[in-house]
Structure formats: structure tokens, C-alpha cells
């Protein structure tokens, strides 16, 4: 089939490349055309496991190509896909929707009669209905366009397989479509074969779904770290607690962490996004319930700090400090609302000297933190340091010998805030380790 994606960020990008892949013709829209040159040379402009492998095997066959022109992806295809981004709104909870509202504007002139739209961007409940009159008032008069929602539960790092191989696909449609869903089941027909379900429901509900699935899994995470603060204070392990409460069936392991907390572009952006929409709808006593999920997150990243300022003696002023990691998580150079670099900071402004390494994140890192300073490698970040910090879970961090590296410190002495370091292999080559949620 032909198709496109409008807005090709990180949601974007990795749809149109794993379409290809399912053997769709796709052409891929985006304004910005430094982000086009670059994936038409099958490059993303961002790291994201596997999505290069994807874009320079479809660009290269021509299956799948980008332009930055709505005309074009307007006459392409009749099914569109709408990845367009909806941030956060300057000093407020809400989704901005401005470019999910110009998009449908700027797309709509070209659309032909029957064409489809689906949306997969993270909205607020109620989009659908103001966005179907933006599509209506700009299409071209007597054509009929249907409006669908479909919203993506992308992991980063996982995002390719969660797109080839999800959880579950939801396809949300208007009421009276009668033929949305059979367009759609066409697109994901491969993906419905091999055993990924379908859930079809009204736009409102796929909208909510979307947000109650990342406010319970923000939820899951502030849960497990408050029970970790209660380990420290009583000399419990978080780690047994976690693995006895994930063996209940009704709970579960996964997203059974503790550590530093949650970050990134996704879930503390749609944590706020729901709890704001929750408080407009007058669901106080569900934003409260959400509002305290996003206190406890924040409040792991303050907890690491107090831990850092414990460990050197009450003061951090004049401190030097390693930092392992940059980025939210490992496998990925996003460093929005990254929990390594609020502490990182944290530490910098409260006089401390901090030297910062990431595998893939460093760049961003220099960008949106000069202050702070960098190394480009484990090794040489950690050298005269008087504490070691291991605030993102790389691989490589777990691997480092802790022995080299207690010849490289000043004092040997780390706070794991990942919880992914081998305490005794740490401890038996001579470091005090502390790790959240731990003796």
C-alpha cells in the first residue's frame, strides 16, 4: 500500500522506516529539511537501536523516501499518518497542539476524496472532535476524509520492535465509520497475523488509553521507589521486596525498578498532560493520585543529591564528582528531562566540580549543560574524583573494573543510582558503595 507520515521525529521516523518494512511504498513529510537530507540519506537524527539498519535498507530500495512538501504528501497516498509532535506547553501541564492543528490544515487542500487520516501523536481526551473541524473547514469542499486515532506505546530504544511486534494496536474511530477499520487492518495486516491484537474503540477512548497506559507505568515506577525509601530507612533490600512483589500475578516484575526515577520526552510530558486534562475535567481526586506520582519521581532525583552531599562529609562545594551517564536511559542520546543531568546540575550549582561521560548522549549533553564538564571515556571521568555517580544503566558502566578505576579516584566510592552495579565485586576491590533502596 502507499502511505505517509507527517512529522518525522523520533515517533515519525521510526514509523514511516518500519511501514517499509512491512512492504508499504512510504513517503515520509517533515518541515524541517536538514531532518529530510538526512534521512534520505538513510541517517536518523537521533539514536534509536536498529531504525539506521531500516532507513538505509528502504531509501536504498526506494520503498521509502522524505520530502518537506504537504502537496506531495497529500497526492501521494490516501492514508496518512500523523507523527507530529505535541509538546509541552511553556509553564503549563497541557499539550500544545499547534503543530498537530497546522499539519491537518496545511494537509488537508491536497486530500482526495476517501482519503484517511490517523493520528498517532500523544493528545489530551477530546483532540479528535477539534481536529475534525479544522479538517473539515480546510478540505476541499464535497471530499470526504476519515479521522482515526491510533496512538503509539514506543519504548526508546525499543521502538522498532515495538512498532513491528506490539503489545496490542489501538484504532480508535469516529462514530458511524464503518471503514477505517478495514483500511487499517490492510496496513498492519502482517503485524495482525503474527499474533499482535487489535483493539478498536471510540476516539475518546483511544486517546485516554494512551495516557492511562503511561500514567500507570509512571505510577508502577514512583510506587517502587517509595517502598525503596522506606528499605533505607528500615535496612530492607528494595531489590528482594521488588522480585517477592513482582511474583503476584496482579502486580508483576516488569517496570519493578527502583532507582533514579523516570525522565525522557514521553512519560513525565504525558504524566502532566493527563493530570492537567483530568483537573480541567473536575477529576480532582485522580489529578491529586497523579500529581503525588510525579512528586515522588522528582523527589528521587533530590534524595540522590542529599545522598552525594552525605557521602562527602555534608558539603559538596569544592567536590569533585563523576557522572556516569547523560542520557534518560541507556541504548539512546535523549536527554529530555533526564534524571543524570538534573542531578548532574543539581551537584554544579551547589558548588561542586562535575565531570560527566555518556556512550551516545555527550553532544546533547555539551549543548543544554556548557557547564558542566566532560570526558570521553568512564576512565577519564572518574580520574581524582572523591565520588562516582552511576546515574544511567549503560552496559559498559556494569562492565567497567572497578578495580582499575579505584587506581584512577581520589577516594573509591560510588552511589548507584541504577541499581545495576555488583556491590560485592565493587566492594572486594575496595570501593564503599551505596545504592538506592539499599543498605
Not at 491537518?104 to 501523536?121: H, Q, Y
Not at 499474533?195 to 485516554?208: F, N, Q, R, Y
Not at 483530568?278 to 503525588?292: I, N, T
Amino acid at each position: 500500500m502507499k502511505l505517509t507520515v507527517i512529522g518525522c521525529g523520533y515517533l515519525g521516523a521510526t514509523h514511516a522506516a518500519a511501514m517499509a518494512e512491512l512492504g508499504h511504498q512510504v513517503l515520509g513529510m517533515d518541515t524541517d529539511t536538514d531532518k529530510v537530507e538526512a534521512l534520505n540519506k538513510g541517517q536518523a537524527p537521533f539514536v534509536e537501536r536498529g531504525l539506521d539498519d531500516l532507513l538505509a535498507k528502504h531509501t536504498a530500495s526506494g520503498a521509502l523516501r522524505f520530502t518537506s512538501s504537504y502537496a506531495e504528501a497529500a497526492e501521494f497516498a490516501d492514508i496518512h499518518f500523523l507523527g507530529v509532535g505535541t509538546p509541552q506547553q511553556e509553564g503549563s501541564g497541557a499539550y500544545d497542539l499547534t503543530h498537530l492543528h497546522t499539519a491537518v490544515r496545511r494537509l488537508a487542500p491536497g486530500l482526495r476524496d476517501g482519503a484517511l487520516i490517523v493520528g498517532k501523536s500523544t493528545v489530551p481526551v477530546g483532540t479528535v472532535a477539534k481536529l475534525r473541524r479544522t479538517l473539515d473547514g480546510h478540505a476541499p469542499a464535497g471530499v470526504n476524509v476519515g479521522l482515526a486515532w491510533s496512538p503509539e506505546f514506543l519504548r526508546e530504544s525499543f521502538a522498532v520492535e515495538d512498532t513491528l511486534r506490539p503489545d496490542r494496536i489501538v484504532l480508535g474511530v469516529e462514530d458511524g465509520d464503518t471503514g477505517s477499520e478495514a483500511v487499517f487492518r490492510a496496513v498492519y495486516a502482517d503485524v495482525l497475523t503474527n499474533g499482535s491484537p487489535l483493539v478498536v474503540t471510540g476516539t475518546a477512548t483511544a486517546e485516554l488509553i494512551k495516557g492511562a497506559a503511561n500514567a500507570f507505568l509512571a505510577t508502577k515506577i514512583s510506587f517502587i521507589n517509595a517502598m525503596a525509601e522506606l528499605c533505607e530507612l528500615t535496612g530492607a533490600d528494595i531489590r528482594q521486596l521488588a522480585l517477592a512483589l513482582g511474583h503476584d500475578q496482579r502486580i508483576g516484575a516488569k517496570g519493578m525498578r527502583p532507582g533514579l526515577g523516570f525522565g525522557g520526552g514521553c512519560l513525565p510530558k504525558d504524566l502532566a498532560g493527563f493530570t492537567h486534562r483530568a483537573e480541567e475535567l473536575g477529576a480532582d481526586q485522580a489529578a491529586a493520585l497523579l500529581h503525588q506520582v510525579g512528586v515522588i519521581n522528582r523527589r528521587r532525583r533530590e534524595h540522590t543529591v542529599e545522598l552525594a552531599r552525605q557521602a562527602l562529609g555534608g558539603t559538596l562545594a569544592g567536590k569533585r564528582i563523576a557522572v556516569w551517564g547523560a542520557a534518560f536511559k541507556a541504548d539512546t542520546d535523549d536527554i529530555r528531562d533526564s534524571p543524570a543531568l538534573a542531578v548532574a546540575d543539581a551537584l554544579h550549582r551547589a558548588g561542586a566540580e562535575v565531570t560527566v561521560h555518556d556512550p551516545a548522549a555527550m553532544e546533547n549533553a555539551r549543548r543544554s549543560h556548557p557547564q558542566l564538564e566532560y570526558a570521553d571515556d568512564p576512565a577519564s571521568a572518574v580520574t581524582g574524583a572523591e565520588l562516582l555517580l552511576h546515574l544511567t544503566d549503560w552496559p559498559q558502566y556494569s562492565d567497567a573494573d572497578p578495580a582499575d578505576l579505584a587506581t584512577r579516584v581520589a577516594v573509591p566510592r560510588v552511589i548507584d543510582g541504577r541499581g545495576t552495579l555488583d556491590p560485592a565485586r565493587w566492594r572486594a576491590a575496595g570501593w564503599t558503595c551505596r545504592a538506592l533502596g539499599r543498605r
